[in-house]
């Protein structure tokens, strides 16, 4: 399931507006919010597991007009777990990615633009997780998202290593925004 969120995330940047939480109001900047977690659904034309994006786990709004919406945070029996999501601009004019959300590793900076910098936090035992690597160095996390333009959005992903089995509840930590917390399906 994660490589095929993996290929799914891999595969281009825009997701067409289908992650659009039409109706809802935005909320004010600089906040986050938290919903019951959801189970990812297949997508029957691919064949491939996608995240179900009508469903929300939290909302994070930086202060810039970036809106992170958490769509998933599932585990796999393989000890990894994979947040997707989709990075909307709700401006009317182009945003360009933080900097910082890529994370200040020299493996990662090779890769250009990524949110290898986006954290997880588990409270109780007062842990982080890292955006996972390849054996190259690279991350296993959405690359290459250098701005997005006026309303529209970005599907991205970011991979960690698993809390262990109790743990159902993570921080979601994207630099420059709010924490989230989040629910483990």
């Known amino acids: 399931m994660a490589l095929a969120v993996l290929l799914s995330a891999c595969g281009g940047g825009d997701d067409g507006g289908g992650g659009d939480n039409a109706g809802k109001e935005p909320e004010k900047a600089g906040s986050a919010s938290s919903a019951p977690a959801e189970q990812p659904t297949a997508d029957t034309d691919s064949g491939m597991t996608v995240p179900d994006t ?30 997707s999501g989709t990075l909307k601009n709700t401006t009317s004019k182009l945003l360009v990615a933080k900097a910082q959300w890529s994370g200040t590793e020299i493996n990662v900076t090779r890769t250009g633009p990524s949110f290898a910098g986006v954290t997880l936090v588990e409270k109780n035992e007062k842990k982080r997780y ?16 250098t701005s997005v333009k006026a309303g529209e959005s970005v599907a991205v992903f970011a991979q960690f290593p698993a809390p262990p089995a109790n743990v159902t509840q993570v921080d979601l930590q994207i630099p420059l925004m709010p924490v989230a917390t989040i629910e483990i399906s």
């Not at 009508?54 to 796999?76: C, E, M, P, W, Y």
């Not at 890292?130 to 998202?145: A, N, Q």
């Open 54 to 83: 009508t469903k929300t786990l939290a909302t994070i709004n930086g202060s810039d007009g970036f809106q992170f919406v958490v769509h998933s945070a599932v585990r796999d029996q393989g000890g990894f777990l994979t947040i």
């Open 130 to 145: 890292y955006v996972l690597r390849d054996t190259e160095g690279y991350p296993l996390t959405t690359t290459g998202v």
